[in-house]
């Protein structure tokens, strides 16, 4: 019979039939930056099987310094790709390319289910998430919360790709295995940290309004860490936020907006692995700072790190939140407040948050001088 508690099948399907593995994670940064622990430690664990990870262009960047068993692939969902048609498209690229063997997918929404569709009525296995929607509902719902935490995102993938016969243990160190990038790849956006600088970068800025503290009050977080001797703070932002950061900017001379232009995640990640601390909203580059293994004093409003979504590693010491009996209201952040305030967010002072920049500063036992 089978080896490690597989059966005979297990082994025969996994090691044999299943050679070229469909990974599919079309959309949602945050989600898709969540795959890279759990796919690299897979691609570790199984050198003799390709992997091939679809999801949307913007984020096929993320994958730096891949495994040489795993090719990445951009699909543009809205054009190549759209409808009923261009996944009945893209299922036909992908079995001419690679004669996929089995399918797992990561996102379980409505044009993943048309995609697998096709693989399956050509009898090719598709294993697909559980996304806990149930758990979820008890914890986001207005009265009666069942305040437990859930299963993490990163834990739902693992157990799809067990259900495939594929069995790994958590090998992934960081993007840049465990250490800090080279200094030449970011050199046009900043000079190498100095001896005795420390670096903080804050990310203000989320997708829904559940998520966002009040910019005025982030920047006066802005305000005090900028005041601190041998400080550089670097503000992460989309094209469409540069002006306020670079308001921000303008003000001090150690300060710097990476929102000026798109400097790509490569370039991007390698800067944020020198970095010392990030404050961040429950928010993609919660993940993004996670991934380099750079310590995030993460925001929380409407939504929770009950609900699974915590960034990888990350310490709940420097979660700042308040208890509230309507908090979570929200998974993803977009539902409206039931008060019209949300005052999850605007009711947390800037030096709570501040206070937690330096304790992380503190536990690496880091002297922040003012």
Known sequence: MGTAGKTEKDVLLSDERYHNVLIVRLN???DVAMTVPVVYSVCAAHPDKCFIMLTQPVASTLF???PA???VIAVDVKVKYHGLKGMYKLYRDMMDAYGIDVVIDLQGIFRTWILGMF?????????RIDKGKRGKRALTRRYNKRMFPLISFRERYREVFYRAGFAFQETFKSLFEGKKADSSVFAEISQPKKAGERWIAVAPFAKYPGKVYPIHLMKKVVDEVASWENVKVFLCGSAEEHKILAQWEAEYDNVTSLAVKKYGFPLELSLLSHCDVMVSMDSANMHLASLVCVPVVSVWG???PYCGYMGWHQDMKNVVQLNMVCRPCSVFGDKPCHFKDFFCLSGISPALIVSRIKNVFEGNRIKVEQ
């Open 28 to 30: 949602a940064l945050s």
């Open 64 to 66: 730096v310094n891949k």
């Open 69 to 71: 068993n795993l090719d």
């Open 119 to 127: 693989f399956s009525l050509r009898g090719i296995p598709v294993k």
């Open 302 to 304: 409407a939504t929770h």
